[in-house]
Nanobody
Framework: QVRPVESGGGLVQAGGSLRLSCAAS????????MGWYRQAPGKQRELVAG???????NYADSVKGRFTISRDNAKNTVYLQMNSLKPEDTAVYYC????????WGQGTQVTVSS
């Protein structure tokens, strides 16, 4: 089964930064929207940020001004730069890529210590 491949998660102290990457190799249909979601223990999965092929972006209110989503269409890769991290950002972060079909990554753990 084709899956986007995420990388870049880890453990960081509050106030620190991490950069997540998601490569969509093997996905051959036209990619339109690329996005990042997260799911904390006991909570529903939520949208963190999304970006269209043309570069339009949207963010959850909780991350505006701290996170930046970007993409490289030539590499079919989406990035999430996370700055000023807070303990409440701790979650498993998932990449979702939407073209003719939608594809989810396996998730990468982000843990922010206080």
């Amino acid at each position: 089964q084709v899956r986007p491949v995420e990388s870049g998660g880890g453990l960081v102290q509050a106030g620190g930064s991490l950069r997540l990457s998601c490569a969509a190799s093997g996905i051959i249909d036209s990619i339109n929207i690329m996005g990042w979601y997260r799911q904390a223990p006991g909570k529903q999965r939520e949208l963190v940020a999304g970006i269209t092929r043309g570069g339009s972006t949207n963010y959850a209110d909780s991350v505006k001004g701290r996170f930046t989503i970007s993409r490289d269409n030539a590499k079919n890769t989406v990035y999430l730069q996370m700055n000023s991290l807070k303990p409440e950002d701790t979650a498993v972060y998932y990449c979702k890529i939407t073209g003719l079909l939608s594809y989810w990554g396996q998730g990468t753990q982000v843990t922010v210590s206080s």
